[in-house]
């Protein structure tokens, strides 16, 4: 009897976990409200009503999905050596709502991946999907399959698109958002961002090697004919183990990303999903009714005329006010990121003097918020009347638009009108870092920076301008790096800004002789000599920034009086070190709140930037490793051997050490005072 009892029991449980096994190879979810099986991280949650709402209205947020165990996606061929990828399919609807009808957060992405979970993976233009370091790389094993709103140059063909994305968010193919409409037997354009709820199928046939993307409007069947197709054995991409789901991000506009449904089966077609039983979307806000309709039509009627012949006259002179040359090049080549004049010149309140940030060597910057998406920039005019050489002016700062990096200020687009262009970049609450260092007297100590944040803020300008010298596809050099084109985010992080004077060039070319531009006090001595920027030239003026930051005090700071005189703040700091006194160049305001070990290598690192010999300044990803802990500088005798040249462009100057010692002392009571107008001379010789 106990046998028999021990039989059924191993009979029951025999049956309980085949039928485990069969319903993990498919699933069907008709709305979320009743399902533990979804694992969420992020920002994704499941409202009340059963949505799954990967993103809500928050900035720069991911969200993600995960069905809550991995799926066996391979099956072992005829030899028994190697495996295939069994074919799979999947169905769900989704819907894009923005809190604008022409703009939204970036998109939505169905994915399958190594591991439940995508560390390191950002919002914006990465979908939640990678990051600057892990995009692209083999070792991903990420198939994707993206709904992307937002234009990205590096990696996108319009705002309104499906891709498939393997292990990269360059899509191996891509379409513009359409579905098949069988009746008239063409395609028919669907907007994503439409706030419309829309099915997607996602088909891969195991033995015939093909990956199928259909996209349709909720209340439409399948179409016949998919939007995408791609033939790839997907056997070297997907792993024996994937688990599955969704991801999502913002970015500067608040979107939700919703999925209704979802159906998903291992070797067979996915289950139909019954859309009458998928929750509803939350309604967006009632329109407003028309003043003029409620105040009746019988009072309408007399104004008619005059109100047609009013709104001719006030289209003719706004057309005329806001009248811009687009050429043809510009709109096949730069178009997407163009912006209109009278955008702009709405977004500035007519570039009014209150709205003024600050005045440049190139031009006016004005704070603006874009009237349609309320977005908060900084406009930047730049005078350019020369036609000669225009179009390619425009193609660089283009190409200095598809920079991306988090220590870097982002440029937007550009406008051009009547000889002036218009460059629109991300607004900066907290202004340039100079406004910091060099605060007037009557400001309040608040705004003075502590150590810690002078430290983060240097190892982000190293960070950014590491990018530009080594991290991009061409060599960026910045050419006016300084405190106060260093901007300060609203997290006291540190953002390279202004690349009005940035010029490019590809790897393993010689860059051209150009004219001599910069500030005072930042410009490398072989400027004035071969006309050449390098990426040596920026570690020059990084090395002046470096102790402007740790002293408070600038480059070079003309005399007062008559009865003082200017002084070379790397000359100064380059005396006192000399004595073993480097640390009493420190800001004063800062007194002894300060790490030593870390003022110290900022002042020393500052000595070794601004050398004089381009050869001896180390490279950015030296910098980056110094400031990092990653590396030491060199020992105090080998450095003070490559600080020879300096001591002996001293001696060529006339002066012997003693008097170079006592023309700068290191007493923080005397300042800036003694004599250095043959220091001053050399390098006043580059002028701007």
């Known amino acids: 009897m106990f046998l028999k009892q021990h039989h059924v029991v191993l009979f029951f449980l025999l049956a309980s976990f085949a039928a485990s096994e069969d319903d993990s190879v498919s699933f069907v979810y008709n709305g979320f409200r009743n399902t533990a099986d979804l694992r969420r991280d992020g920002v994704a949650d499941i409202t009340p009503n059963g949505l799954l709402r990967l993103t809500n209205d928050t900035r720069q947020q991911t969200g993600h999905a995960f069905y809550f165990r991995p799926f066996q996606f391979s099956s072992p061929n005829g030899n028994n050596t190697t495996s295939t990828v069994?074919?799979?399919?999947?169905?769900?609807?989704?819907?894009?709502?923005?809190?604008?009808?022409?703009?939204?957060?970036?998109?939505?992405?169905?994915?399958?991946?190594p591991q439940r979970g995508l560390p390191g993976a950002l919002p914006s233009?990465?979908?939640?999907?990678?990051?600057?370091?892990?995009?692209?790389?083999?070792?991903?094993?990420?198939?994707?399959?993206?709904?992307?709103?937002?234009?990205?140059?590096?990696?996108?063909?319009?705002?309104?698109?499906?891709?498939?994305?393997?292990?990269?968010?360059?899509?191996?193919?891509?379409?513009?958002?359409?579905?098949?409409?069988?009746?008239?037997?063409?395609?028919?354009?669907?907007?994503?961002?439409?706030?419309?709820?829309?099915?997607?199928?996602?088909?891969?046939?195991?033995?015939?090697k093909q990956l199928n993307v259909t996209l349709a409007p909720i209340k439409v069947p399948?179409?016949?004919?998919?939007?995408?197709?791609?033939?790839?054995?997907?056997?070297?991409?997907?792993?024996?183990?994937?688990?599955?789901?969704?991801?999502?991000?913002?970015?500067?506009?608040?979107?939700?990303?919703?999925?209704?449904?979802?159906?998903?089966?291992?070797?067979?077609?996915?289950?139909e999903l019954d859309l009458s039983r998928l929750p509803k979307l939350p309604r967006r806000g009632p329109k407003k009714k028309s003043k003029m309709l409620s105040v009746g039509l019988p009072i309408i009627v007399p104004f008619f005329v005059l109100m047609i012949i009013f709104g001719i006259f006030f289209i003719i002179r706004r057309k005329r006010k806001f009248a811009e040359l687009v050429e043809d090049w510009e709109l096949n080549t730069y178009g997407n990121q163009r912006f209109s004049y009278k955008d702009l010149y709405m977004a500035t309140k007519g570039f009014r003097e209150k709205e003024l940030l600050g005045v440049g060597g190139f031009g006016k910057v004005y704070k603006g918020v874009l009237p349609s998406s309320k977005?908060?920039?900084?406009?930047?005019?730049?005078?350019?009347?020369?036609?000669?050489?225009?179009?390619?002016?425009?193609?660089?700062?283009?190409?200095?638009?598809?920079?991306?990096?988090?220590?870097l200020v982002q440029l937007l687009g550009y406008c051009r009108r009547q000889g002036e262009l218009l460059l629109v970049?991300?607004?900066?609450?907290?202004?340039?870092?100079?406004?910091?260092?060099?605060?007037?007297?009557?400001?309040?100590?608040?705004?003075?920076?502590?150590?810690?944040?002078?430290?983060?803020?240097?190892?982000?300008?190293?960070?950014?301008?590491?990018?530009?010298?080594?991290?991009?596809?061409?060599?960026?050099?910045?050419?006016?790096?300084?405190?106060?084109?260093?901007?300060?985010?609203?997290?006291?992080?540190?953002?390279?800004?202004?690349?009005?004077?940035?010029?490019?060039?590809?790897?393993g070319t010689n860059p051209q002789t150009t004219n001599v531009v910069g500030t005072l006090g930042y410009l490398a001595p072989e400027l004035t000599r071969t006309g050449k920027v390098t990426t040596s030239t920026d570690v020059y003026a990084f090395g002046a920034f470096l102790l402007e930051v740790a002293c408070g005090r600038r480059p070079i700071e003309l005399q007062k009086s008559e009865t003082e005189e200017g002084i070379i703040l790397v000359d100064w700091v380059l005396s006192c070190w000399s004595k073993g006194a480097i640390l009493q160049t420190t800001d004063p305001n800062l007194g002894t709140e300060y790490v030593v070990e870390e003022m110290e290598l900022v002042l020393k690192l500052g000595l070794l930037c601004s050398h004089t010999d381009p050869k001896a300044r180390p490279t950015m990803r030296q910098v980056m490793q110094y400031l990092e802990g990653d590396a030491s500088l060199p020992q105090t005798e080998l450095w003070a051997m490559d600080m020879s040249d300096s001591i002996n462009l001293i001696v060529a100057r006339g002066e012997s050490m003693e008097d170079f010692a006592m023309s700068y002392p290191c007493s923080v009571d005397k300042g800036y005072t003694g004599s250095s107008s043959s220091a001053a001379e050399s390098l006043l010789s580059g002028a701007r």
């Open 222 to 271: 399948k179409p016949d004919v998919p939007l995408l197709s791609l033939s790839q054995d997907l056997s070297i991409f997907i792993l024996d183990s994937m688990y599955i789901g969704f991801s999502s991000s913002t970015g500067s506009v608040k979107t939700s990303h919703y999925i209704l449904g979802w159906s998903f089966k291992v070797n067979g077609k996915a289950q």
């Open 125 to 208: 233009q990465h979908l939640g999907l990678f990051n600057e370091s892990t995009n692209g790389k083999f070792t991903n094993h990420v198939v994707a399959v993206e709904l992307d709103t937002i234009y990205n140059a590096e990696f996108d063909i319009d705002n309104n698109h499906v891709g498939i994305d393997i292990n990269d968010l360059k899509s191996v193919n891509a379409s513009p958002a359409m579905y098949f409409d069988t009746k008239i037997g063409e395609f028919r354009n669907l907007s994503l961002i439409s706030g419309e709820p829309m099915q997607v199928w996602i088909e891969y046939d195991g033995v015939m």
């Open 86 to 113: 069994v074919s799979f399919s999947t169905t769900f609807v989704f819907a894009i709502v923005s809190e604008y009808h022409d703009l939204s957060g970036h998109g939505i992405a169905f994915f399958l991946a």
């Open 425 to 507: 970049y991300d607004f900066m609450p907290n202004g340039s870092l100079d406004k910091f260092l060099f605060r007037r007297s009557n400001s309040s100590s608040s705004s003075m920076l502590n150590w810690s944040q002078r430290f983060q803020i240097i190892k982000g300008a190293a960070s950014g301008l590491f990018y530009l010298h080594e991290g991009w596809e061409q060599v960026v050099i910045h050419r006016d790096i300084k405190a106060s084109n260093v901007l300060v985010d609203g997290e006291m992080n540190a953002r390279l800004g202004d690349f009005g004077l940035a010029r490019l060039y590809d790897r």
């Open 375 to 407: 977005i908060e920039v900084a406009v930047k005019r730049v005078s350019h009347d020369s036609r000669q050489g225009l179009r390619e002016f425009i193609a660089e700062i283009v190409s200095i638009g598809q920079l991306r990096h988090r220590n």
